[in-house]
């Protein structure tokens, strides 16, 4: 008999650590979201990186984002960019050139303002992450 209650209060015990971790955790699938989140606002952080690579006072920004315009913008042959493409949905980013010096990169997050307090400790003074739109807005010079 105290072995069936044992079996039990053993089972009871797993059962309730699955959960507790569940609950801290996450679910897989939240875990995937959040990943794809990440890379997403790394991307993001890298295709705008990717526009400082020039000190050329006259430049003025691409009018789209593609492995053609950045190696001519930046004036290398070689340059590999970032990737253009979202990894979860296959959409590309959403580039918009505001002006000649001023752009937005943006994509669609799953939970974007866990990214902004991600991405607050390593502020750039060039660009900034504005959650509720999802987009990196910056500025060459």
Not at 12 to 40: C, H, K
Request: charged share 25%.
């Amino acid at each position: 008999m105290s072995t069936r209650a044992f079996m039990i209060a053993a089972v009871g015990a797993t059962l309730l650590a699955v959960i507790a971790g569940a609950y801290v955790v996450g679910s897989p699938s939240e875990a995937r979201r959040r990943t794809f989140d990440d890379r997403r606002y790394q991307e993001l952080a890298m295709l705008a990186g990717t526009l400082l690579c020039t000190s050329d006072k006259t430049t003025v920004l691409p009018v789209a984002l593609t492995t053609e315009s950045l190696r001519s913008y930046c004036g290398a042959r070689n340059l590999q960019p970032p990737a253009f493409l979202d990894d979860e949905t296959g959409e590309p980013y959403k580039y918009t050139r505001k002006s000649e010096e001023d752009y937005s990169i943006c994509a669609k997050f799953h939970d974007a303002h866990r990214v902004a307090r991600l991405s607050s400790s390593s502020p750039n003074t060039r660009w900034a992450f504005e959650p509720a739109s999802g987009c990196i807005t910056g500025r060459i010079r």
